[in-house]
């Protein structure tokens, strides 16, 4: 019986190799794959391929958000206001002037029973008795400044938004 190694392949890392023999015997030729284990070997240049691989990431336990407490209602009313800018003061001694300058104010109100306007002091009404939104234009006296307010009360509780000019 003759064996004549074919080949052989080695894999670094593995514990066996497989080769492929073949063996003479009466003029009849058999193939017959055998394994036999080796130690692990390096081959010079040799390239190996794997088959890809799927790995799950565990992802850490994170902690979980802070939450607000719910949001209350404001007590009290709720006053949205815009004052226009007045034109400037004219010198004081030009002796004709046009209209003098003047503000205007434009408000919204919630939960307020009334709601009036206000010239340099907060607790002085201009203008009283204002319906719940809307709008009023009121004198700029020169010179300046001034503040002007609209104040919203409902049951003593007043809220105040107010805006000044020089």
């Known amino acids: 019986m003759t064996m004549m190694l074919v080949g052989a392949v080695s894999l670094v890392g593995c514990s066996s190799t497989t080769s492929t023999s073949t063996s003479t015997d009466s003029g009849s030729t058999t193939n017959s794959p055998s394994t036999t284990a080796l ?21 850490p336990a994170t902690a ?3 939450t607000n407490p719910p949001a209350t209602a ?29 503000v205007t104010i ?26 719940m939104s ?3 234009t ?15 009360d409902k049951g003593g509780q007043r809220t105040v938004k107010s805006k000044s000019f020089p």
Do not use: M, R
């Open 39 to 59: 130690p692990a070997t390096t081959v010079a240049g040799a390239t190996t391929t794997a088959a890809p691989t799927t790995v799950k990431a565990t992802v």
């Open 74 to 102: 404001p007590s009290g009313p709720q006053v949205s206001a815009n004052f226009s800018t007045p034109a400037a003061c004219a010198a004081p001694d030009v002796t004709f002037q046009g209209s003098p300058p003047s």
């Open 134 to 136: 809307g709008s009023t």
């Open 106 to 131: 434009t408000w919204q109100v919630t939960g307020a029973d009334s709601v009036y306007v206000a010239i340099d002091n907060e607790n002085g009404p201009y203008e009283s008795g204002l319906a």
């Open 138 to 152: 009121v004198p700029y006296a020169c010179p300046g400044p001034h503040t002007y307010y609209v104040v919203a």
């Open 64 to 66: 979980a958000p802070a």
